[in-house]
């Protein structure tokens, strides 16, 4: 698995968590980075990219406000800060990375690595 995802867990709604992904088979410094999620009985969803600079982040319309993208180039991580969680933010998190676009596209077939994921579930 090139990537490694950590930081899950079980909350409950407000409160805060923050994903890390590493690489110890590949360097960042050129990827665009980012992240996925699945819910049961649903597909991979896009939620958030960064650049390979960190100068660019997009997310989805459900995250806004809420959740953070960044990464330490340095220490070939990205991350993602989740605040104000909520229930219909549970389901399993994938790091994603791509080596051609500036920012990771919405569909996730367009990914050249991923991670095994990590369960995040939020209790209300």
């Known amino acids: 698995v090139p990537l490694v995802e950590s930081g899950g867990g079980l909350v409950q709604a407000g409160d805060s968590l923050r994903l890390s992904c590493t690489t110890s088979?590949?360097?960042?410094?050129?990827?665009?980075l980012g992240w996925f999620r699945q819910a049961p009985g649903k597909g991979r969803e896009f939620v958030a990219t960064?650049?390979?600079?960190?100068?660019?982040?997009e997310y989805a319309d459900p995250v806004k406000g809420r959740f953070t993208v960044s990464r330490d180039n340095a220490k070939d991580t990205v991350y993602l800060h989740m605040n104000s969680l909520k229930p219909e933010d549970t389901a399993v998190y994938y790091c994603?990375?791509?080596?051609?676009?500036?920012?990771?596209?919405?569909?996730?077939?367009?990914?050249?690595?991923w991670g095994q994921g990590t369960q995040v579930t939020v209790s209300s």
């Open positions: 994603a990375a791509d080596r051609v676009r500036a920012v990771l596209h919405r569909d996730p077939k367009y990914a050249d690595l």
């Open positions: 088979s590949h360097t960042f410094t050129n990827y665009t």
């Open positions: 960064i650049s390979s600079r960190g100068d660019s982040t």
